[in-house]
C-alpha cells in the first residue's frame, strides 16, 4: 500500500491550517483594531441570545422562503461537516469509510441523511443564484452590491452547488464499486439521492469509476480547505462570526444610546457638580464620536465583519426606501472595508490608521449619516444583531463635537435649546401657558 | 361646578405636598400649537379620573433627546443635568410622558447621569387606566365602529418594545383596529426620528412621512391614532399634502379617550 495520497493530503491539511490560522490572526486583529469594550453582563441572556439567534435562525423566519431555504444551507453545513471528519481521518489513515463498519445501519441513515441535505443545499443554492441573478430581487441590487459583492455571494453558491455534487457523485461511484466487489469498497446499502446518479455512471469501466470516486473525494476535501479559506476574504464569514456576534449582542433597549462619561465629567465640571473623576486629567484626551474605525468599539467592528450584505436592513430603512443615499448595509461594508485597507497596511509596514484616509469622508459622507431617522429598524431586521445605527450616532457625535459640522438646521436647534431649553425658539417663560385654557374650563359631571 | 387643576411642583412642595407621578409635558406639548391639545386632553383625563399628579411647568426643559441623536452630546448633558438636579430636588419617584422621545431618554439615558425614576409612556398610563376601570369609555363616541388604525413611534415600539398598550387603548373604544402592511417590529419610520424633525430631509425621491401616509391611507381607517407628537406632525402634514385632511383625522391617542369621555 502507498502511504503517497497520505502525504499529499497531510501536506495539504498542513497548509491550510497554516494559511487558515494565517487569516484568522488578521482577522482577529483587524477587529481588535477597535476601541475595547468589556460587554460580558448577562452571560444567561447572552447564550440564550446566541443559541435562538445564531444557532436556532430566530430572525431570518421574518422572512419565510429565504429562511426555509437558508435553513437548509445552514444545517447542511453543519451536519455534513461530520462526513468531514470522516474524510479528514480516512485522509490521514489511508482508510475508506472508516466509521462503516462501526456503525452499520447508522451509518447507512447517516449518509442518507447527509445524502439528502447535500440535495436540499444544491437546490436551495440554485434558486438562490435565480434570485440574485435572474429575478434580480431588489435589495441584492442596490449600488453598494456591484462588482465585487455579487460577484462574492455568486462564487460562494456556485462553489456550494459544485461541492454537493461531487458528494453525491463520490457515493454513487463508490456504491456501484462496491456493488461490483472491487477491493475495499463498502456497500452501505440503499443510498437514496446519489443511486440516481447510478444510470449515469454505472455503464463506465471499474477503472474509470475508481478514479470518479477518488477524484471526487480529492475534490470535495480540497474544496471544503480551499473555501474555509476562501470564507475569510469573504461576507461568508457569518457562518462562523455569527454565533460571537449574536453572543455580545446589545441587551439594552434599542432606543437607548450609550453615555459619554468623558463629557458627563466636563459637564459636572462644568455645572459645579462633583465628580468621581480623577483631578488630574488623562494624559491623552481621546476624540469624542467616531472618525475611524479605532474610534469604534471592537464590536461594531466584528458586527462588520460578521455581516453577510443580505441588506434586510437597506430594505427596511426608511432613509433608503426614500431614496436617500444611506444604506445601513453600505455603513457595515465600508467599516469592514476600511479595517481590511488598515490591516493590511499595518501588515506591508504602512501608516495604517495614520494614512491620511478615514472612515468618515473616505468611506462614509456626512450626507449618509444626516439622513438617519435612529428610527431602529435596520437593528431590528439584521438576522444577527448587527446595529449599524450605534455607529451612524457615533460618527455624527464626531462630526458635532471635533468638525462642529453639522447641518445649519441643526446648529439652530442647538442654539435654541441652549438659549430657550426647546429645540424651538420660544421664550422659557412661556412653556407653561398651555395649561391656562384648561384651567378656566369647567370639568362636565 | 369646578375647573381642571393643573399644579406644578413647585406649588406641591410649597404645602408640603408631592403628587404620585409628575406628567413630562415636554417642548411640543407645551409650545405645539396643535400638540398642546394632546396636553390638555391628557390633563382632563388625569383630573377626571383623580389622579395625583403635578407638572414642572416653567421649570421643565427639553430632555436634549434631538441635541444626543444630532451627535451634540455636550448639549444634552447639559439638558439632561440640569433636568435630573430639578427632578430630584422634588424627589420624583414616577413619571409619565406622552412623548416617546422624551419616555426614551429619561428611562433609559438619564440614570447614567444620576436620574433614576420609573417612567410610563401615557399610552401605558391609559391602559392601566382602563383596565383597572377608572377610565369609564362610553364606547358610543364618534369612533364607535370606525376604522382605526395605529402608527408606531419607533421610540416607544423598536427602541423600548411598547406595542401593544397603544393597541388596547383603541381597542377600548370599540372601533376595528386595521394595521398597516408595515406595522409593530417592522413599523415604518413617520421621518421625524434621530433629530430630522429639526432639519429639510436629505435629497431623495420622496419624504418618508409620505410613504408612510400612503400606508395609512391604504388601510382606509378614518382615523390615523398615533402616540408621539412628531408623529402627529408627520402624519398630519402627509394627510394635508394628499388632500385628505376632510375624510381622514391624525388624533394622539389622549385625545381619542377624551373625546371618548366627553371632556
Known amino acids: 500500500m502507498s502511504f503517497l495520497p497520505q502525504l499529499i493530503f497531510l501536506i495539504i491539511l498542513g497548509a491550510a491550517s497554516f494559511f487558515l490560522i494565517k487569516r484568522v490572526k488578521f482577522l482577529r486583529r483587524n477587529i481588535l483594531l477597535g476601541k475595547s469594550e468589556i460587554r460580558n453582563d448577562q452571560p444567561e441572556k447572552r447564550w440564550k441570545t446566541m443559541l435562538l439567534v445564531a444557532f436556532g435562525q430566530q430572525k431570518m423566519f421574518k422572512r419565510f422562503i429565504p429562511a426555509f431555504l437558508h435553513f437548509f444551507v445552514y444545517v447542511g453545513f453543519l451536519v455534513i461537516n461530520l462526513e468531514v471528519l470522516e474524510f479528514v481521518l480516512d485522509g490521514i489513515l489511508g482508510t475508506h469509510r472508516l466509521f462503516a463498519p462501526y456503525l452499520g445501519g447508522v451509518y447507512t441513515a447517516a449518509m442518507n441523511v447527509f445524502e439528502f441535505l447535500a440535495f436540499a443545499v444544491l437546490v436551495s443554492c440554485v434558486i438562490f443564484l435565480i434570485r440574485r441573478n435572474v429575478t434580480k430581487v431588489p435589495r441584492f441590487t442596490k449600488p453598494e452590491m456591484k462588482g465585487w459583492p455579487a460577484m462574492d455571494a455568486t462564487i460562494i453558491l456556485v462553489v456550494e452547488i459544485v461541492l454537493m455534487v461531487a458528494i453525491l457523485k463520490m457515493n454513487a461511484a463508490d456504491q456501484i464499486l462496491a456493488s461490483r466487489g472491487v477491493g475495499h469498497y463498502i456497500s452501505v446499502g440503499g443510498l437514496f439521492f446519489s443511486s440516481f446518479l447510478t444510470p449515469i455512471l454505472e455503464n463506465f469501466s471499474t477503472e474509470f469509476l475508481i478514479f470518479v470516486e477518488r477524484a471526487a473525494w480529492w475534490f470535495h476535501i480540497v474544496g471544503i480547505l480551499a473555501f474555509a479559506i476562501y470564507v475569510t476574504y469573504s461576507k461568508h464569514l457569518h457562518i462562523f462570526l455569527a454565533f460571537p456576534n449574536t453572543w455580545y449582542s446589545n441587551l439594552k433597549p434599542k432606543g437607548e444610546m450609550v453615555n459619554m462619561p468623558a463629557v458627563t465629567n466636563e459637564v459636572n465640571m462644568m455645572l459645579g457638580i462633583p465628580t468621581d473623576a480623577p483631578v488630574d486629567p488623562p494624559a491623552e484626551i481621546g476624540r469624542f464620536g467616531a472618525k475611524d474605525i479605532n474610534d469604534l468599539s471592537w464590536i461594531h467592528v466584528m458586527n462588520a465583519y460578521s455581516c453577510t450584505e443580505c441588506g434586510r436592513c437597506t430594505a427596511e430603512c426608511p432613509a433608503n426606501l426614500t431614496g436617500k443615499k444611506l444604506s445601513p448595509r453600505k455603513i457595515m461594508m465600508d467599516v469592514r472595508d476600511r479595517a481590511e485597507e488598515v490591516g493590511k497596511s499595518l501588515d506591508a509596514g504602512g501608516k495604517g490608521l495614520e494614512d491620511g484616509k478615514s472612515l468618515l469622508g473616505d468611506y462614509i459622507t456626512k450626507e449618509e449619516l444626516n439622513a438617519c431617522t435612529s428610527c431602529n429598524a435596520c437593528v431590528e431586521a439584521c438576522p444577527i444583531n448587527i446595529d449599524p445605527l450605534a455607529i451612524i450616532l457615533d460618527m455624527r457625535r464626531y462630526v458635532a463635537m471635533e468638525e462642529s459640522g453639522t447641518p445649519a438646521q441643526w446648529n439652530a436647534m442647538f442654539q435654541n435649546m441652549e438659549t430657550s431649553f426647546a429645540p424651538w425658539k420660544f421664550s422659557p417663560q412661556d412653556r407653561f401657558n398651555w395649561a391656562e385654557k384648561v384651567k378656566n374650563e369647567e370639568i362636565p359631571d | ?263
Open chain 2, 1 to 263: 361646578m369646578s375647573t381642571y387643576k393643573v399644579p406644578t411642583m413647585a406649588e406641591m412642595a410649597g404645602k408640603g405636598e408631592s403628587p404620585e407621578v409628575l406628567f413630562w409635558v415636554g417642548c411640543a406639548g407645551s409650545f405645539d400649537d396643535r400638540y398642546k391639545a394632546v396636553t390638555q386632553a391628557f390633563v382632563k383625563i388625569l383630573n377626571k379620573v383623580g389622579v395625583s399628579f403635578a407638572v414642572l411647568g416653567p421649570e421643565e426643559a427639553c430632555t436634549g433627546d434631538p441635541a444626543r441623536r444630532a451627535g451634540n452630546e455636550f448639549l444634552f448633558q447639559m439638558q439632561a443635568v440640569a433636568n435630573i438636579q430639578v427632578m430630584n430636588g422634588y424627589d420624583i419617584k414616577k413619571v409619565v410622558t406622552a412623548c416617546p422621545h422624551c419616555f426614551n431618554t429619561i428611562k433609559n439615558e438619564y440614570p447614567a447621569l444620576g436620574g433614576n425614576y420609573e417612567v410610563i409612556h401615557h399610552s401605558q398610563f391609559l391602559q392601566q387606566l382602563i383596565n383597572e376601570g377608572k377610565v369609564a369609555l362610553k364606547g358610543g363616541g364618534e369612533f364607535k365602529g370606525k376604522k382605526i388604525t395605529f402608527h408606531d413611534s419607533c421610540f416607544l415600539g423598536r427602541g423600548n418594545g411598547v406595542y401593544e398598550a397603544p393597541r388596547d387603548v383603541i381597542r377600548a373604544l370599540d372601533v376595528e383596529l386595521v394595521e398597516m402592511k408595515r406595522c409593530k417590529t417592522k413599523g415604518l419610520c413617520c421621518g421625524a426620528g434621530g433629530a430630522q424633525m429639526f432639519k429639510e430631509p436629505e435629497p431623495g425621491k420622496k419624504d418618508i412621512n409620505i410613504e408612510r401616509t400612503e400606508e395609512a391611507l391604504a388601510t382606509g381607517a378614518s382615523t390615523i391614532a398615533v402616540g408621539c407628537p412628531f408623529c402627529l406632525t408627520m402624519m398630519t402634514d402627509g394627510v394635508k399634502n394628499k388632500e385628505k385632511e376632510t375624510e381622514v383625522k391624525v388624533y394622539d391617542l389622549a385625545e381619542m379617550i377624551a373625546k371618548d369621555m366627553g371632556i
